[in-house]
Structure formats: structure tokens, C-alpha cells
């Protein structure tokens, strides 16, 4: 599907739809819990489906039941084999590859898109140790044998998903175990966010000098109802639109939360945006926008929308330590350049990110999603800045994580045609 969005003026109040990195994790602990949970979702998305769906196939009942999700706990006994199809979700995979480890003697997990592509190696290895054998290290994969409590040392500057399932799964060992981690942690708010939702469920993870210790033979207690909060990644797309020249406001967003990318905020505020935040959201209003330097180390998703920001921001914009950004749905530093370049930035790829000058306005013209939610969002972002239309190619790939992205865009002014 191919939109034709067309330079407007956002303004409005729009409820931020839930945390897809919430949802994915209160599912997997409803799954593991010791009786059924109720679970708040605004808004459902393919990946949050895609976990839905594979737990499902493990043995959780999850149902639908007055606008919320039911699910039903695992039952004790289970087949001996299990296929789990993860889609496109890298979190479904990473998440519950260690589970599926754990609880069945032999298990497969499946992906499409750029899922087959990104990398499981280093988690493969970890639980190898641990008395799995895998036939592969990308996705499809089959794995044998179950792991066993112990030391699981893992890089920290790879993917924050590989920690954040094992500290699903090491709970439920015999014995206790440790997350030794190798490098530094990146995306740390995942893990921490990761630790926050096991906590509701009455786990325990420790900090400590070496990554992460974890008391094994706990039980996972449901707290009866929970709700996912609301999505900070998501809503920084229409925050920065507000930037542009509108005024934005989300309902539902914490300042509280551990969502890394809350962070948002802080960077239009620096970008010479107004801001104005409190328990009930956030609003942002256009300012005088300057050049600053971002380390997206811990924000790596926030890059391309960031980068529009900074291609109408007077100076010169320099965004560093984003290369995970290359194992994403697509190379999001290429598809960033790729997408700001064809719309009249000056931009210049890095070693590790992109430096880019801002101008007074984009052109416009055509671009291509590269299959990737965050491009496709944030190219209509850019709309706001461009003089002519912008043809965004492929956006279809909003529904890995909203859906109703472009409903909400149009609900705010913004005039977005299927072309």
C-alpha cells in the first residue's frame, strides 16, 4: 500500500496506544503465572499477535473478554515438541527462545521478513552451554535438549532481548543462575523494563557486579489485573510532529516509565521544541529548532524520527552509537539516509550514525518504507516539514507495531491518501 501525505498542520489530543514491549512481556509472564491474568491492551499490532500466537501453541489460553485479554496459565502438562511461528517479531523470538529451551524437549521457531537475517548466535551459544544443541543460529532453527540452571554469559551490546528471555526463563530452574554479562549493556531501559513487569508477577532478579543473578524455583503469581502502559516509541512520532509546527498532545504516557525512549522528551526539548509533561501525558508544541548531538546508544529507535528533527534544525545534527541500528527491520542508518535524502536533507552516513545539516524546509518526493514500521512513520513525520507531497511506498509496515497509525494521523489533521 502506498500513501500520498500532504504538508498540514497537526494539532489534537490522541491516547497513546499501548506498549508493544509491555505487552509482549506481561503476556509471557500471564503464561507462567500460577492462575489467569487480565491484561489492558490499547490497540493490538503483528507482533504482539505473534506472541499471542505462540503462546498459544506452547499451551497458554488467551481469549479476548471485554475489550482486555485473558490468559490462562500454561498447563502442567505439555507436549514433548512445539513450532512456534514468531512472524516478524524479533521480541516473540529472542524472548521466547529460552522458555521453549526450558520447557519442551525439542522446539522450532519460525520467522518471515528480515527476522530469518537478524542475529541469534550469541543467545544460541549461551543456552548451548546450558544443554541445548541447536541445528542452526538464525531463524528457522530446532533445538534439543533442556537447558539446566548455571552461568550464562552474553554480550550486553547486541540485543537487550537476549537477556531480558533469559530472565524470563532462569526463574523456573532447579538451581540458581547468573547473566554474566560480557560487554556493557545497551537498551538497558528494556531489560530494566524486563525486571519490572517479572517483579508485578513476584520475581526476583538481582543486580549485581557481573550482570544479573537469579534465584532459581520461584513461581510466578499473577497479580489478577494488569495494564500495559502506554507506548513512548510510538508516540514520539506524533510528539515530534508537534515539533514541526503543530501541537501534539498524548494521554497515557508515564514519565515515570522505563521505557528508554520516554527520553524523547528531553531531546525536543534540547532541540528548542516546547514541552510540557505531566502524569496525565505530554504536549509539544513547534519552537526554534538547533542542532544538537544524540547518543542513541540506549534510543536506538528513535533515530529516524530524531533525524527528521534534525534535518530542518539550523546547524549541523550528529547522532552516534547507533550501529545495532543495522540489524533492525531493515539497515535503519541506510534507510534513514535513504529516506531523508530522497525528501532534500543534507545528511551524510557515519561510522556509527548519520551527521546531518539542517534546512529551512525538505522538498518532498517519493520514498520507500524498506518494509520497516519506524521508516514508514517517520517519513510521514517528515511530510510536516516538506514543501510537496510525500509518496511513502509500502506502508503496510505500520502493522508490526500500530496499526492505526495512519487513522490517528488523519484524527490530528494531517491528510494522508491511499495512492
Not at 41 to 61: P, Q
Given at each position: 500500500?502506498?500513501?500520498?501525505?500532504?504538508?498540514?498542520?497537526?494539532?489534537?489530543?490522541?491516547?497513546?496506544?499501548?506498549?508493544?514491549?509491555?505487552?509482549?512481556?506481561?503476556?509471557?509472564?500471564?503464561?507462567?503465572?500460577?492462575?489467569?491474568?487480565?491484561?489492558?491492551?490499547?490497540?493490538?499490532?503483528?507482533?504482539?499477535?505473534?506472541?499471542?500466537?505462540?503462546?498459544?501453541?506452547?499451551?497458554?489460553?488467551?481469549?479476548?473478554?471485554?475489550?482486555?485479554?485473558?490468559?490462562?496459565?500454561?498447563?502442567?502438562?505439555?507436549?514433548?515438541?512445539?513450532?512456534?511461528?514468531?512472524?516478524?517479531?524479533?521480541?516473540?523470538?529472542?524472548?521466547?527462545?529460552?522458555?521453549?529451551?526450558?520447557?519442551?524437549?525439542?522446539?522450532?521457531?519460525?520467522?518471515?521478513?528480515?527476522?530469518?537475517?537478524?542475529?541469534?548466535?550469541?543467545?544460541?551459544?549461551?543456552?548451548?552451554?546450558?544443554?541445548?544443541?541447536?541445528?542452526?543460529?538464525?531463524?528457522?532453527?530446532?533445538?534439543?535438549?533442556?537447558?539446566?540452571?548455571?552461568?550464562?554469559?552474553?554480550?550486553?551490546?547486541?540485543?537487550?532481548?537476549?537477556?531480558?528471555?533469559?530472565?524470563?526463563?532462569?526463574?523456573?530452574?532447579?538451581?540458581?543462575s547468573h547473566?554474566?554479562?560480557?560487554?556493557?549493556?545497551?537498551?538497558?531501559?528494556?531489560?530494566?523494563?524486563?525486571?519490572?513487569?517479572?517483579?508485578?508477577?513476584?520475581?526476583?532478579?538481582?543486580?549485581?557486579?557481573?550482570?544479573?543473578?537469579?534465584?532459581?524455583?520461584?513461581?510466578?503469581?499473577?497479580?489478577?489485573?494488569?495494564?500495559?502502559?502506554?507506548?513512548?516509541?510510538?508516540?514520539?512520532?506524533?510528539?515530534?510532529?508537534?515539533?514541526?509546527?503543530?501541537?501534539?498532545s498524548l494521554?497515557?504516557?508515564?514519565?515515570?516509565?522505563?521505557?528508554?525512549?520516554?527520553?524523547?522528551?528531553?531531546i525536543l526539548?534540547?532541540?528548542?521544541?516546547?514541552?510540557?509533561?505531566?502524569?496525565?501525558?505530554?504536549?509539544?508544541?513547534?519552537?526554534?529548532?538547533?542542532?544538537?548531538?544524540?547518543?542513541?546508544?540506549?534510543?536506538?529507535?528513535?533515530?529516524?524520527?530524531?533525524?527528521?528533527?534534525?534535518?530542518?534544525?539550523?546547524?549541523?545534527?550528529?547522532?552516534?552509537?547507533?550501529?545495532?541500528?543495522?540489524?533492525?527491520?531493515?539497515?535503519?542508518?541506510?534507510?534513514?539516509?535513504?529516506?531523508?535524502?530522497?525528501?532534500?536533507?543534507?545528511?551524510?552516513?557515519?561510522?556509527?550514525?548519520?551527521?546531518?545539516?539542517?534546512?529551512?524546509?525538505?522538498?518532498?518526493?517519493?520514498?520507500?518504507?524498506?518494509?520497516?514500521?519506524?521508516?514508514?512513520?517517520?517519513?510521514?513525520?517528515?511530510?510536516?516539514?516538506?514543501?510537496?507531497?510525500?509518496?511513502?511506498?509500502?506502508?503496510?509496515?505500520?502493522?508490526?507495531?500500530?496499526?492505526?497509525?495512519?487513522?490517528?494521523?488523519?484524527?490530528?489533521?494531517?491528510?494522508?491518501?491511499?495512492?
Amino acid at each position: 500500500m502506498d500513501m500520498k501525505i500532504t504538508s498540514s498542520r497537526l494539532s489534537g489530543t490522541l491516547d497513546a496506544i499501548s506498549s508493544k514491549s509491555f505487552a509482549h512481556r506481561l503476556l509471557i509472564c500471564a503464561a507462567l503465572a500460577d492462575r489467569p491474568t487480565r491484561i489492558t491492551v490499547n490497540g493490538f499490532s503483528d507482533d504482539i499477535n505473534a506472541t499471542i500466537r505462540c503462546l498459544k501453541a506452547m499451551g497458554c489460553g488467551i481469549v479476548t473478554q471485554d475489550g482486555a485479554l485473558l490468559a490462562e496459565p500454561l498447563g502442567k502438562t505439555r507436549p514433548s515438541s512445539v513450532v512456534l511461528d514468531c512472524g516478524e517479531s524479533g521480541s516473540t523470538a529472542r524472548f521466547l527462545l529460552p522458555l521453549a529451551a526450558h520447557l519442551f524437549e525439542n522446539f522450532t521457531l519460525t520467522g518471515s521478513g528480515r527476522l530469518p537475517g537478524r542475529p541469534f548466535a550469541p543467545l544460541c551459544r549461551a543456552l548451548a552451554g546450558a544443554g541445548c544443541s541447536f541445528d542452526s543460529d538464525t531463524l528457522p532453527l530446532t533445538g534439543t535438549g533442556k537447558i539446566q540452571a548455571g552461568d550464562f554469559s552474553i554480550a550486553g551490546d547486541v540485543s537487550s532481548q537476549f537477556i531480558s528471555g533469559l530472565l524470563f526463563a532462569l526463574p523456573l530452574f532447579d538451581g540458581d543462575s547468573h547473566v554474566v554479562l560480557t560487554t556493557p549493556l545497551q537498551s538497558s531501559g528494556y531489560v530494566y523494563m524486563t525486571i519490572e513487569v517479572l517483579a508485578l508477577f513476584g520475581i526476583e532478579i538481582e543486580k549485581d557486579e557481573r550482570g544479573f543473578f537469579v534465584k532459581g524455583n520461584q513461581c510466578y503469581k499473577s497479580p489478577g489485573e494488569v495494564k500495559a502502559e502506554g507506548d513512548w516509541s510510538n508516540a514520539a512520532f506524533f510528539l515530534c510532529m508537534g515539533a514541526l509546527g503543530g501541537e501534539v498532545s498524548l494521554r497515557g504516557l508515564s514519565p515515570r516509565s522505563t521505557q528508554g525512549d520516554r527520553e524523547v522528551i528531553d531531546i525536543l526539548r534540547r532541540f528548542g521544541a516546547n514541552t510540557n509533561t505531566g502524569d496525565g501525558g505530554c504536549t509539544v508544541t513547534a519552537g526554534s529548532l538547533r542542532a544538537i548531538s544524540i547518543d542513541a546508544a540506549q534510543i536506538p529507535d528513535l533515530v529516524p524520527v530524531l533525524a527528521v528533527i534534525a534535518s530542518v534544525a539550523a546547524g549541523e545534527t550528529k547522532i552516534f552509537n547507533a550501529q545495532r541500528l543495522r540489524i533492525k527491520e531493515s539497515d535503519r542508518i541506510q534507510s534513514t539516509f535513504d529516506l531523508l535524502s530522497g525528501l532534500g536533507a543534507d545528511v551524510r552516513i557515519t561510522e556509527d550514525g548519520l551527521e546531518i545539516r539542517g534546512k529551512e524546509k525538505l522538498v518532498g518526493g517519493t520514498v520507500d518504507g524498506s518494509g520497516d514500521h519506524r521508516i514508514v512513520m517517520a517519513a510521514a513525520t517528515a511530510a510536516c516539514a516538506c514543501e510537496n507531497p510525500v509518496v511513502i511506498r509500502g506502508c503496510e509496515a505500520v502493522n508490526k507495531s500500530y496499526p492505526s497509525f495512519f487513522d490517528d494521523y488523519r484524527a490530528m489533521g494531517g491528510v494522508a491518501d491511499v495512492v
